[in-house]
């Protein structure tokens, strides 16, 4: 397909499909010609505050956003909480018992980045449960009795949006009496020096964060798990110097298991693009799954090679829109596979394990991995 037909349409989900990685690199990258405005046709008040958080959103009013949310993602900010994921880390593997099975899914890779997530923004201890079944059921939708009909969905869907909205809203409304130092804090007191976050703005950055930054970093860590067992020799190697491999290591298991595996745009004006003629209002989805796996753009892309360079990967996107979050998915990573070794050099897939990943076509993981 990246090679005989980069681009084709798709009738049945009325989308272009983006394959190679040149033509998905220029269409994330490109502001001018491709919306991230994927509610467009909704009117403004009708919109989720998700739909109007950053991720959903053109300049200038991106960039104004994004500027200002920088400051919470920023090398310094990220510096500060090292220690603290450290010491969920250790929580969590203090919990494994190194002579029985363990899920690396439930009890690490799924766990460090909800916990980690609510410290960032400040949710008490006591709200995490809760905090995690809304994170949950956003990200992919209800887990058991779930509704017969489309419109009991959602209508369970219209409550849990509630329910976030409501929270965040009270959570504000403590934060500006009381101030600490998580994102809301910060983001808050941003605000007061002028540079202006609506309410309703910092509740959908709240949510973005909750969804865009949970299921994505749990795929990243198993994944990094699976290929550990999957290139047993490449494993090896990283064994005799986690410090100085996991880094190039884990920029390789986000190219060639990509947590994120597409991203959609909407043509702003009509084009021609490899001979195909696209409309304005056109939903297109760079594929970034395949992108990465682009021969043209990684020699012997279908290979795990764990000192690639360089490795332009799409997997945190490309342009205005790159992942606020890379900084701190790498850091998680880093951290709890660079402990987990330390601990479990060796370790080998459960006998009972067959590879299940997680039903989606966009987010790329595995439902458990017992080792
Ligand atoms: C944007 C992937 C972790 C927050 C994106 C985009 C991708 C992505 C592909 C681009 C979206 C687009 O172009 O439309 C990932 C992957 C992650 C990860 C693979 C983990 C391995 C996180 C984390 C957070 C986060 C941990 C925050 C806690 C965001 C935000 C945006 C974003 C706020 C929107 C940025 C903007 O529109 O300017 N992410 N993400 N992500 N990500 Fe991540």
Not at 154 to 178: C, G, S
């Amino acid at each position: 397909m990246r090679k005989e037909s980069p681009i084709r349409w798709d009738s049945e989900r009325e989308a272009w499909d983006v394959f190679d990685y040149a033509t998905s690199k220029m269409v994330l990258e490109n502001k001018d010609l491709f919306s991230s405005d994927r509610s467009q046709k909704k009117a403004d008040s009708e919109k989720t505050p998700l739909e109007r958080s950053l991720i959903g959103i053109d300049p200038p009013k991106h960039t104004s956003m994004r500027a200002l949310v920088n400051r919470a993602f920023t090398p310094k900010v990220m510096k500060h909480w090292k220690p603290r994921i450290a010491r969920i880390a250790t929580m969590l593997l203090d919990k494994i018992d190194p002579k029985s099975e363990v899920d690396i899914v439930e009890q690490l890779s799924y766990p460090l980045p909800v916990i980690v997530i609510s410290e960032i923004l400040g949710v008490p201890i006591e709200d995490q449960e809760k905090f995690k079944e809304w994170s949950d059921w956003v990200v992919a939708g209800p887990k058991d009795n779930k509704p017969e009909t489309i419109s009991a969905l959602m209508e369970q869907q219209e409550r849990v949006n509630k329910e976030l909205f409501h929270y965040f809203k009270e959570m504000i409304a403590l934060k500006r009496e009381t101030p600490g130092e998580d994102i809301i804090s910060v983001l808050l007191q941003a605000e007061e020096q002028g540079v202006t976050l609506t309410e309703d703005e910092l509740i959908g950055f709240c949510i973005l964060l909750l969804i865009a930054g949970n299921e994505t970093t749990t795929n990243l860590i198993s994944n990094a798990f699976y290929c550990f067992t999957e290139f047993p020799e490449a494993y090896e190697r990283i064994k005799e110097n986690p410090l100085a491999t996991l880094p190039l290591t884990i920029e390789e298991v986000l190219r060639y298991r990509s947590p994120v595996q597409a991203m959609g745009r909407v043509v702003k004006e009509d084009m021609d693009l490899h001979g195909h003629s696209l409309k304005a209002g056109d939903f297109i989805v760079p594929w970034i799954g395949s992108a990465n796996r682009d021969e043209q753009q990684f020699p012997n892309s279908q290979q795990f090679i764990i000192d690639r360079k360089p490795n332009l990967h799409l997997a945190f996107g490309k342009g205005i829109h790159f992942c606020l979050g890379a900084p701190l998915a790498r850091l998680e990573a880093e951290v709890i596979l660079e402990e987990w070794i330390k601990r479990f050099p060796s370790f080998k897939r459960a006998a009972s394990f067959t590879l299940e990943p997680i039903e989606s076509a966009f987010v790329y993981g595995l439902k458990e991995f017992k080792v």
